[in-house]
């Protein structure tokens, strides 16, 4: 067999196993789409087209949910424990869950709040208390950092707020530089690699607590089977290190409650880092911790819905009190 005739044929075999990855990708988009659609409703803003669950009566909530997640991350356990006394809107952020993000928006940490300002003017929430984990965290705050007339106050579970020197290994897929690789991988290699690899990312992800049996379903994690949940988690993290290194620097200026929550024994983000950090530079902050791993919005909704009515009374007392000045 001449050397032509080996390349031609390597070459078809790699073309017939792209084609098997793209149909086995295209198979399982489908599935995941007919068996997981949209739950709550659409509200158009700029840039985005936002799914959102918004139920019970009383001061508002709004929950911004991490990197690769969805809104029943918060749906999971903690909603209901708090709409007999606050309404409670979830959201998936621009290009997660069911939310579509346009084309040519940024996914930086200042475009998202931007997004989510504009859902709050739509719905017309009087300055609610904003939730946010993990990357929901770093959002939430330049939310009430950008935008702080629209902001009561803050209630962070195991928040990003600050760089890493590292990606966390469950992560490292999604540092891929070049777009069209980007793109290549996630109708190919991407989704069938989640499957193969998701019980070791799961287990690093909600360790040492376990996760869930039924997370894929009622926690929403087999949304991330699509090829567009692969894309837009990897913007959302490529887009950090243009952004929140400058923001970190500004988190001192917050002039309004902020309560963090933590897990001792977070495998993604370090408490000290991230919790105790932000707490020393944000005056009157408040950390509490908790024997647990990252995905306390799961796996301890009872201490997390515990901790947000907390976090709101201290938004009551803070309103009580006469104005001491907002963000800059």
């Known amino acids: 067999m001449t050397l032509p005739t080996i390349l031609a044929a390597g070459a078809a075999l790699a073309l017939a196993c792209a084609l098997g990855l793209f149909l086995f990708t295209l198979f399982v988009r489908a599935k995941v789409t007919a068996l997981m659609p949209p739950r709550g409703r659409f509200v158009d803003v700029p840039g985005a087209r936002l799914h959102i669950h918004d139920g019970g009566d009383g001061p ?28 409670v809107i979830a959201v998936d952020r621009p290009g997660s869950g069911h939310s579509s993000r346009a084309p040519d928006a940024c996914a930086g940490l200042s475009h998202q709040a931007a997004a989510l300002a504009a859902l709050i003017e739509r719905l017309g ?8 984990h993990s990357l929901g965290g770093a959002v939430a705050l330049t939310l009430a950092l950008e935008h702080p007339q629209h902001v009561g106050g803050l209630a962070l579970i195991a928040p990003l707020t600050r760089m890493q020197d590292t ?3 469950v992560f490292e897929g999604l540092t891929v530089r070049s ?4 793109r290549l991988l996630a109708w190919t290699l991407a989704v069938p690699s989640s499957i193969r690899h998701g019980r070791a990312a799961l287990d690093q992800v909600f360790g040492p607590e376990t996760p869930p049996a039924d997370f ?18 990897a913007r959302d993290l490529q887009a950090l290190p243009d952004c929140l290194p400058q923001l970190q620097e500004r988190w001192h200026a917050l002039r309004l409650p902020v309560s963090v929550l933590y897990g001792r024994d977070d495998r993604i983000l370090s408490w000290e880092a991230n919790g ?16 647990g791993g990252h995905m306390l919005p799961v796996t301890q909704p009872e201490a997390c819905a515990a901790f947000i009515r907390r976090a709101q009374a201290d938004v009551d007392a803070a309103r009580a009190r006469p104005a001491t000045g907002t963000a800059v």
């Open 276 to 291: 105790r950090d932000l707490v020393a530079r944000v005056p009157g902050a408040r950390l509490d911790l908790v024997d």
């Open 216 to 233: 894929a379903t009622r926690g929403g994690a087999l949304l991330g089977l699509r090829p567009e949940a692969y894309l837009a988690a």
């Open 125 to 132: 929430l009087e300055r609610p208390l904003v939730v946010g």
């Open 167 to 169: 990606v966390p290994p």
């Open 179 to 182: 777009p069209g690789l980007r």
């Open 60 to 87: 508002p909530v709004l929950m911004i949910h991490g990197l690769a997640g969805q809104l029943s991350h918060y749906t999971y356990g903690i909603a209901a424990r708090l709409e007999d006394a606050f309404r």
